[in-house]
């Protein structure tokens, strides 16, 4: 009869039960996760007054016009690209470099670099001053995002665009800057990094915590800031806490935990901190309320969403050419050209 035959196919409850036998030991897979596109935030003065002294002025345009900054500041752009390779790059902008909420809270902030104290204009090279329109418009045509912020140093507006970047998380981002205030970004389990330029673009150091608790004997980018509190930073006009150096604002922020931590053992009279540098940080108590202010960077800035994605071609093909022609350029546009098409 049919129903007596056998047919060689195994029930399904057998198939099923040695199905469950054969999978049960191998593991769930988690889910892949797909690697963060790494955002680069160029601290663009940083870098053109950089190019603009590592450079000769004689690099001039055909009518005469120093072209020095240009050229090195588009070369530096391509070095980046090429070797770092950004899926996304914003060339943060100082769209003022003397904040007036910095300047109520510190009045000597930047005094020393003020050009005309009535209009409040920065100490810049004559021959700079005509090269900084040549690089917004370089960047319009290329389709590069450059973005700054009414009240904004360009420290804020990096501020802001990686404290976003880790809030949409993961995060991979490279802080590009010749100043050590962005130090206070670094932040490993964020995913932000800086690349100092100290020794130029070829020989970037690459700031993490490691290099942070190597360097400066602090454990992060927030404890940096603290660090540069105390210690004051003659360049942009903040004095310090006298007698306080390096290494003991880092031992300070160390054992305290942070600058608010410090000041709040200080206004309570603790005894071990008053026997030892405590005279000198009460002598300095006023500036140490203001100081915060003026060294941490703004990380909420209202600013716009912008594209950011570094284009692999050109924006504006006949405007670079023409600013190519014009400004005689052409190698380093080429170069630019080549890093983010290649």
């Known amino acids: 009869m049919a129903g007596d035959q056998d047919t060689g196919v195994p029930h399904r409850r057998a198939v099923g039960a040695v199905t469950h036998r054969m999978c049960a030991g191998i593991p769930t897979l988690a889910p892949v996760t797909a690697a963060p596109e ?23 345009a055909p009518d005469g016009t120093p072209v020095n900054a240009v050229r090195g500041f588009l070369d530096m752009v391509a070095t980046l690209v ?18 007036a909420f910095r300047v109520a809270a510190l009045p000597s902030y930047k005094t020393h670099r003020l050009d005309d104290p009535a209009r409040g204009t920065e100490e810049t090279p004559a021959g700079l ?33 990686a404290t976003r970047a880790v809030a949409d998380g993961p995060a991979d981002v490279d802080v590009v800057t010749g100043d050590r205030d962005l130090f206070q970004l670094v932040d490993d389990e964020g995913g932000v ?19 942070l ?18 210690r004051g930073d003659p360049s942009d006009g903040l004095p310090g806490v006298a007698g306080i150096g390096e290494k003991t604002a880092a031992a300070l922020i160390n054992r305290y ?9 200080l206004d309570a009279g603790e005894p071990d901190l008053l026997k030892g540098p405590g005279r000198r940080l009460l002598a300095a108590r006023d500036y140490l309320a203001a100081a915060p202010v003026v060294v941490r960077v703004v990380r909420d800035a209202p600013l716009p969403v912008v594209d950011d994605e570094l284009p692999r071609t050109p924006a ?27």
């Open 38 to 60: 790494k955002l680069m935030l160029l601290d663009s003065a940083s870098l053109y007054f950089r190019a603009f002294f590592g450079v000769p002025e004689s690099i001039k």
């Open 82 to 99: 090429a070797r770092r390779r950004p899926h996304r790059l914003v060339a943060c902008w100082d769209d003022d470099w003397r904040p």
């Open 129 to 161: 001053t005509p090269q900084v329109p040549v690089i917004v418009d370089v960047l319009a045509a290329f389709g590069i995002a450059r973005l700054g912020g009414p009240g904004l140093e360009a420290d804020d507006v990096a501020g802001t665009l």
């Open 193 to 211: 990094r800086v690349l100092y330029t100290g020794r130029g673009v070829r020989n970037l150091e690459i700031v993490d915590e490691a290099r």
């Open 213 to 230: 608790r190597e360097k400066y004997g602090v454990r992060g980018g927030t404890a940096y800031a603290d660090l540069a509190a105390l």
């Open 257 to 265: 935990g942070s600058l608010e931590a410090l000041l709040a053992a």
């Open 316 to 342: 504006d093909p006949d405007a670079l050419v023409a600013l190519a022609d014009r400004w005689g350029i052409e190698s380093s546009i080429s170069r630019l050209v080549q890093a983010i098409t290649g």
